[in-house]
T-cell receptor, first 115, second 117 residues
């Protein structure tokens, strides 16, 4: 079974609008961490936001927020006030406590911001 | 901090040649990861090390691939012999020791774009 599932291969959003990128995960661990990374066309991987499994509040980092629904095992990324520079691939990832340092990545969602 | 350093940034080689990719993790990080990214397969974890010891190499595609980490500040990924299907971007990432409740994100290098003709 896939550890991380991103069902949206491509998304479009109008500039200044908000967009939600979906991510569901599969784990039997109680302790885990969820991450979102951005990969622009230049190729580098940029860390955006983190949510710990025991965090009661949704993580926020500037225009990024994580809609964490533990019972549904979903960790959707919300980008508010989209900018042209947000056009990139976005990867959801998970670290499980019982596998130590191993990360599991989703297949990514390509976001295009339309002016 | 210079971040994760990878070399070369670009490599073009002919089928059958040996290719060696190099990575210098961030100082103080004790975990190192090698990933391969292609359009067809996305981002794949090839191998990761904890304290210079390979922990999981189940992602290494075949015996042509080998990875070493002789010390905490250096790792290599070698492909011998290389094939056109090995063409991809290879990322190295490093991470601090896992601590309970910590973020412990992975820091990625800029990647090596490998083209095998």
């Amino acid at each position: 079974a896939q550890k991380i599932t991103q069902t949206q291969p491509g998304m479009f959003v109008q500039e200044k609008e908000a967009v939600t990128l979906d991510c569901t995960y599969d784990t039997s661990d109680q302790s885990y961490g969820l991450f979102w990374y951005k990969q622009p066309s230049s190729g580098e991987m940029i860390f955006l936001i983190y949510q710990g499994s025991y965090d009661e509040q949704n993580a926020t980092e500037g225009r990024y927020s994580l809609n964490f629904q533990k019972a549904r095992k979903s960790a959707n990324l919300v980008i508010s006030a989209s900018q042209l520079g947000d056009s990139a691939m976005y990867f959801c990832a998970m670290r499980e406590a019982n596998t130590g340092n191993q990360f599991y990545f989703g297949t990514g969602t390509s976001l295009t911001v339309i002016p | 901090d210079a971040g994760v350093i990878q070399s070369p940034r670009h490599e073009v080689t002919e089928m059958g040649q040996e290719v060696t990719l190099r990575c210098k993790p961030i100082s103080g990080h004790n975990s190192l990861f090698w990933y391969r990214q292609t359009m067809m397969r996305g981002l794949e974890l090839l191998i990761y090390f904890n304290n210079n010891v390979p922990i999981d190499d189940s992602g290494m595609p075949e015996d042509r691939f080998s990875a070493k980490m002789p010390n905490a500040s250096f790792s290599t990924l070698k492909i011998q012999p290389s094939e056109p299907r090995d063409s991809a971007v290879y990322f190295c990432a490093s991470r601090q020791k896992s601590t309970s409740g910590g973020i412990n994100e992975q820091f990625f290098g800029p990647g090596t774009r490998l083209t095998v003709l």
